[in-house]
């Protein structure tokens, strides 16, 4: 299990869950598009990609903070969930992200509004979840500040404050959610896979070749190495360890993308998860970009320096081109 980082600087947040609380909640989740329908980005999705394990996520639900949840995970990348049904019909229609959160219900339910005048001198100036008025904005996940989020704690009483001491993410817990999310991303290329193998289409070497390159190998990795011939953070080139690493995750590539050599690295199996999870990303000029919201003593460990820059040589254009799908839809960036 990786380090998580219990000691780092804990995030308040608010979601609306008017039409998902019970999904949501009773799934231990949240999830939200990446983009508005027309394929514009929508900051209170954006926010997704800032949380991080311990966070604080208050739930409100038909004007009432219903419950409170402690992130278990970062977001990924994962496709609208099935029992969502047909909640929704508007969202754009690629994965959207997910964040695995342990929910605490609450019976001391209030009603937000009823205390405006304490908590209108905390409103976010921008981004706000609620109104001065105290109804709520049209919005998914908003941030608040750690002011905001107390007051929330003291109005609500014990069942929230007696909670925050034991907020931190505990090994056991994060161990199942880290478990989850990885049965979760290979589930979803699981049904991908079975969509080739019974697509009548597809000549029966293409289909071998896809699924062979799910897993980085075959002829995928064949054109992937007359492109990189080593991994370009440690430099490790014997090809044993290293791993052939979609930049657009073959999970989110076309069946073309997904046997395209240019849309790949050969990485080591610590930068590949780095990679894969947007704890890290590339700039076309070949600087590395480190995720604000990772931990950096746990990227140190892994040997990745996040003090200095670090420059991996320049990609070339179809590279780049995957490369900016990598920093737009998987990078975790920081969302403040």
């Not at 039409?19 to 954006?46: A, C, D, H, V």
């Not at 700039?283 to 670090?310: F, H, Q």
Request: hydrophobic content about 35%.
């Amino acid at each position: 299990m990786p380090d998580l980082p219990l000691n780092r600087e804990v995030k308040y947040w608010w979601v609306n869950q008017n039409q998902t609380f019970r999904q949501e909640t009773e799934g231990g989740y949240l999830w939200s598009p990446k983009r508005n329908i027309g394929g514009q980005y929508n900051q209170f999705y954006e926010n997704m990609r800032g949380i991080a394990p311990g966070d604080v996520v208050y739930s409100f639900c038909d004007t009432k903070i219903k419950a409170i949840g402690i992130a278990q995970s970062y977001a990924f990348s994962f496709p609208k969930p099935e029992e969502f049904g047909n909640i929704g019909p508007n969202w754009h229609p690629t994965a959207g992200w997910k964040v695995l959160v342990r929910f605490f219900n609450l019976e001391s339910q209030i009603t937000p509004a009823e205390h405006i005048s304490v908590l209108r001198p905390l409103l976010p100036t921008e981004y706000s979840p609620l109104q001065a008025t105290g109804r709520g904005n049209q919005v998914y996940l908003a941030a608040i500040s750690e002011d905001f989020g107390k007051v929330l704690a003291g109005i609500i009483g014990p069942e929230a404050t007696n909670l925050f001491p034991n907020q931190p993410v505990m090994a056991d817990v994060a161990s199942l959610a880290v478990a989850d999310d990885r049965k979760g991303l290979e589930e979803w290329e699981e049904k991908l896979q079975e969509q080739i193998t019974g697509d009548g289409r597809i000549q029966v070497t293409e289909k071998e070749a896809l699924i062979k390159s799910r897993r980085g190998q075959g002829l995928y990795r064949q054109r992937l190495m007359k492109v990189e011939k080593c991994c370009r953070i440690t430099k490790v080139d014997n090809p044993i360890h290293l791993i052939g690493s979609h930049i657009k995750p073959w999970r989110e590539s076309n069946n073309d993308e997904r046997l395209d050599g240019e849309n790949g690295l050969l990485l080591t199996p610590t930068m590949d998860h780095l990679f894969d999870r947007g704890f890290i990303s590339f700039r076309d000029n070949g600087d590395l970009a480190v995720s604000p919201v990772a931990d950096k003593y746990s990227l140190t460990k892994m040997g990745v320096n996040c003090e200095t820059g670090i420059n991996v040589g320049v990609f070339n254009r179809q590279q780049q081109r995957y490369m900016e799908f990598h920093r737009d839809s998987i990078f975790l960036k920081a969302t403040r």
